[in-house]
C-alpha cells in the first residue's frame, strides 16, 4: 500500500504560481512512478505531468507545457508540481498518482490515488 497526501492548492489570479506537494508513504513507495492528473466539472481527467520513479524522464499535457514542472526529492518520495503562468482553464482538482510502471501511468492506469487539492485561477 502507498499513501498520497496533497498539499499547496488554492486560489491564486491569472498569472500566478502555485506548487504542489504530494507527500508518498509506504513500503516501497520510492519506487513507482508518479504523475499529477486533475478533473474540473463537466471535463475529462487529464494526467497534466508524470515522472520515473529515477526522477527522469518526464511527461507533460500539451496544455501545460513550458508552464508546470515536474520533480521530485532525492529520498524520492515526494514529488511537486510547480505551476506557473496560471491560466482560469487550469482551475481543477489535482490528484497525485503513482504506478509501478511508468509506460502504465502515461495509459491514465494508476495503482494508488490521493484525495486532491482544488486549484482555483481567478480570471
Known amino acids: 500500500q502507498v499513501q498520497l497526501v496533497e498539499s499547496g492548492g488554492g486560489l491564486v489570479q491569472a498569472g500566478g504560481s502555485l506548487r504542489l506537494s504530494c507527500a508518498a508513504s509506504g513500503r516501497t513507495a520510492s519506487r513507482y512512478a508518479m504523475g499529477w492528473f486533475r478533473q474540473a466539472p463537466g471535463k475529462e481527467r487529464e494526467l497534466v505531468a508524470a515522472?520515473?520513479?529515477?526522477?527522469?524522464?518526464?511527461y507533460y499535457a500539451d496544455s501545460v507545457k513550458g508552464r508546470f514542472t515536474i520533480s521530485r526529492e532525492i529520498a524520492k518520495t515526494t514529488m511537486y508540481l510547480q505551476m506557473n503562468s496560471l491560466k482560469p482553464e487550469d482551475t481543477a482538482v489535482y490528484c497525485c498518482v503513482v504506478h509501478s510502471q511508468y509506460d502504465q501511468l502515461l495509459r491514465n492506469l494508476y495503482s494508488f490515488w490521493g484525495q486532491g487539492t482544488q486549484v482555483t485561477v481567478s480570471s
Open positions: 515522472i520515473t520513479w529515477s526522477g527522469g524522464p518526464t
